[in-house]
Antibody, heavy 117, light 110 residues
């Protein structure tokens, strides 16, 4: 059964770079059928797609975050990663990784990242 | 960018009743690219419906999706206690590629 697990620091200082990794188990990240992506949810608010990546490294990002986001993949470790630069308090959220086609078919449990000095 | 507007914001119903949740798009969405999710407190969203009307694996048949163009509906035929949660619709756009979510409908026990 597919499982996704987010990992990374739970606290990031303003202006620094948020870095998270998603480890995929129970399935190959190199599957040709799926993309892999990141979604976030500020406390008490709705869902926002951040960006997605294919195992080949092809990416596409939310235009509102594109200038600050980098998503990468490491097929040897069955992982993909998120970097969000120049963070502010507005980037405080639960960050989810997911497997996707035109919908998000499998989700990690999420990890709360707080931006604070 | 396509904007999804969900209504109502909050829906108060009793177990056993029928729930009808609406998702309206600012421009036409391909039915293949409209999905619904359920989210309970402290949990990740769970895919219920994709392709506007196809149930995801393991989803009970009391959940159904319908609609086309700009108007889509999620119906829960007979509410069970575990169905009270927040529901989101989501669309995928292919040009440029990307995803947007509605703001959510909270289904609460009356």
């Amino acid at each position: 059964q597919l499982q996704l697990q987010e990992s990374g620091p739970g606290l990031v200082k303003p202006s620094e770079t948020l870095s998270l990794t998603c480890t995929v188990s129970g399935g190959s990240i190199s599957s040709s059928s799926y993309y892999w992506g990141w979604i976030r949810q500020p406390p008490g608010k709705g869902l926002e797609w951040i960006g997605s990546i294919y195992y080949s490294g092809s990416t596409y990002y939310n235009p509102s975050l594109k200038s600050r986001v980098t998503i990468s993949v490491d097929t040897s470790k069955n992982q993909f990663s998120l970097k969000l630069s120049s963070v502010t308090a507005a980037d405080t959220a639960v960050y989810y990784c997911a497997r996707l086609t035109e919908a998000f078919h499998g989700w990690g449990q999420g990890t709360l990242v707080t931006v604070s000095s | 960018e396509i904007v999804l507007t969900q209504s109502p914001g909050t829906l108060s119903l009793s177990p056993g009743e029928r729930a009808t949740l609406s998702c309206r798009a600012s421009q036409s969405v391909s039915s293949s690219y409209l999905a619904w999710y359920q989210q309970k407190p402290g949990q990740a969203p769970r895919l219920l419906i994709y392709g506007a009307s196809s149930r995801a694996t393991g989803i009970p048949d009391r959940f159904s999706g319908s609609g086309s163009g700009t108007d889509f509906t999620l119906t829960i035929s007979r509410l069970e206690p575990e169905d009270f949660a927040v529901y989101y619709c989501q669309q995928y756009g292919s040009s440029p590629p990307g995803y947007t979510f509605g703001q959510g409908t909270k289904l609460e026990i009356k």
